[in-house]
């Protein structure tokens, strides 16, 4: 008994101490197993930031790609610079993107060291989440690197389409103002090598654009009976009869000297009572902004432009339609109040719009006035064409004699000249020596250096009687491809590396650098994009 109640006694205590020590390790579990949720909240709550900021960057990605798709289609007409915009953007982000990617890499490494205690299922569930991660920013790298391809592609098929448009408009704009110029025309000067550089009118739009392109059939008919005669004799003496409203006027002419034979008293130049058209009056005082047109001194030719100053009795500075000024004198300048003759008769001497260029007056005389107000005018080069009255100035024969000469000295000075001109081969330019002008036309013969002779008109020939303008940023130019000077490609200025060399890129696709400006050629906008059109469609198709 006395053994018994001893092992019960031990016993009890046995099972007191085997229970307290369940409740301790109870507590240690439990403990344990807190823990353990803590840390698998705090695991959670990192991947789930870390998801949260890789959506985010994904989504600003996004964002930014779009902002950039935006940007493109509203600068459209400002294609070269956003270009240059354009890699400026994805190297940035590429750069953002690469950056980012090594953050997230750091984060990943800080990551796996702090969880370095936990078992190897947590630490290889962490990461593969983490990996999941890099793979989906990775993807959204490359998507926006495949939109950042596509934008540009589209961007130039734009710049190709809106190139094309471009020469579309001009040339539509030369035809509409050929035909609808008004009388007045506005403040707004296009400028005058702009427009008279460029291509010649095709056949076509000259037909178009001729004021008696519409005329009835009766009409025509009763024009095509009133042709002028011209006779010549063996020594090449012509005489040809002019007709206007029953009054007869006969021109007689040998080579380049003729003389105008007219049964009128008032226009014998023997006559004591000359009519008020050439008699002479007192000189105008011309006003600031006053629209003329005037001789600049470059071709002799006749432009719009504007009256800015007096300089001088009689000389007044005048600015043309790229805002270059020169001082011409009054005897060069013509002005609506000097054309103060109410109609003109045939045989008498005009400046007028020349049919083949837009915006150039030449002299010339009237042919015939036909029924419809327009003027049949033979200009000093031998073009005929049809002019409105408000296109033609009245000059005295003594006016045209000069400008003729002046016209003619200007065309003749670069024979014998060294010059740069464009092959029509291949759309280049080239060293060359003009041989000789062709005829009484704005052509001349080119002996190019390489051998090869080519005609050539005066708007594809530069040399040192091309006027000289200040180039900077954003200029067209002419420039030569190499130190010495053997080719030469339209370009446009990229930037300035000094005030005498700049980084010029050229329609063939080059960037010329460091190129000396005083061996470049300005160009207008209109003739660089003509020349670029036509340098690309005569190079061989790949």
Not at 212 to 221: C, F, I, R, W
Not at 518 to 542: G, I, M, T
Request: net charge negative; hydrophobic share 35%.
């Amino acid at each position: 008994a006395a053994q018994q109640a001893e092992l019960k006694t031990q016993w009890e205590e046995l099972s007191l101490k085997t229970a307290e020590q369940q409740s301790v390790l109870m507590e240690q579990a439990e403990r344990l197993a807190q823990q353990s949720g803590q840390d698998q909240a705090a695991l959670k709550e990192q991947c789930d930031q870390l998801s949260q900021q890789a959506a985010n960057e994904q989504s600003a990605l996004i964002e930014q790609s779009r902002k950039l798709a935006s940007e493109h289609a509203e600068s459209m007409s400002l294609s070269r610079q956003l270009t240059e915009q354009f890699a400026a953007r994805s190297l940035d982000l590429q750069k953002q993107l690469t950056s980012e990617q090594e953050r997230q890499q750091q984060l990943l490494t800080l990551s796996l060291e702090n969880i370095g205690h936990r078992s190897e299922k947590q630490q290889s569930e962490a990461a593969s989440k983490h990996s999941e991660q890099l793979a989906v920013l990775q993807k959204a790298v490359e998507d926006q690197l495949k939109i950042q391809q596509e934008t540009k592609r589209t961007q130039d098929e734009h710049e190709k389409q809106f190139c094309e448009q471009q020469k579309l408009l001009s040339d539509l704009s030369q035809q509409i103002e050929q035909r609808t110029l008004p009388p007045q025309s506005t403040a707004v000067l296009i400028p005058r090598e702009e427009e008279s550089v460029g291509e010649p009118l095709s056949s076509a739009q000259l037909e178009s654009s001729s004021p008696d392109a519409h005329l009835g059939e009766l009409e025509q008919e009763e024009e095509d009976e009133e042709d002028e005669a011209v006779d010549v004799f063996p020594d090449g003496t012509q005489v040809e009869v002019l007709s206007a409203e029953g009054k007869d006027v006969v021109l007689v002419r040998h080579g380049d000297i003729g003389v105008i034979v007219t049964g009128n008293d008032d226009l014998r130049a023997g006559s004591s009572d000359l009519p008020s058209r050439f008699a002479d009056t007192e000189e105008e005082t011309l006003y600031a902004g006053q629209e003329i047109i005037a001789c600049f001194a470059d071709d002799g030719w006749y432009y719009p432009a504007l009256v800015r100053e007096g300089v001088s009795p009689g000389v007044y500075l005048v600015e043309d339609g790229y805002g270059d000024t020169e001082e011409i004198s009054r005897d060069d300048i013509i002005t609506e109040d000097d054309d103060v003759i109410a109609e003109l008769n045939a045989g008498e001497a005009v400046m007028a719009l020349h049919p083949n260029f837009v915006n150039s007056f030449a002299p010339g005389f009237i042919q015939r006035v036909k029924r419809s107000g327009s003027l049949k005018v033979k200009f000093y080069d031998g073009v005929i064409g049809n002019v409105k009255r408000h296109d033609c100035y009245h000059i005295s024969p003594e006016k045209f004699a000069a400008a003729c000469a002046s016209i003619s000295h200007h065309e003749t000075s670069i024979v014998g000249q060294v010059v740069v001109a464009r092959r029509d081969g291949d759309g280049c330019y080239y060293p060359g020596r003009v041989i000789s002008q062709i005829g009484s036309t704005r052509s001349y013969a080119v002996q190019f250096e390489m051998g090869q002779m080519e005609e050539q008109e005066a708007h594809h020939i530069f040399g040192a009687h091309t006027k000289a303008r200040p180039l900077q940023l954003g200029s067209r130019v002419l420039a030569p491809l190499d130190d010495s000077c053997s080719c030469y490609l339209p370009g446009w200025i990229a930037s300035l590396s000094d005030p005498s060399t700049a980084l010029i890129n050229c329609v063939n696709g080059r960037q010329l650098i460091l190129v000396p400006l005083d061996r470049c050629f300005w160009l207008s906008e209109l003739y660089h994009n003509r020349a670029a059109h036509f340098f690309h469609k005569v190079q061989p198709k790949p």
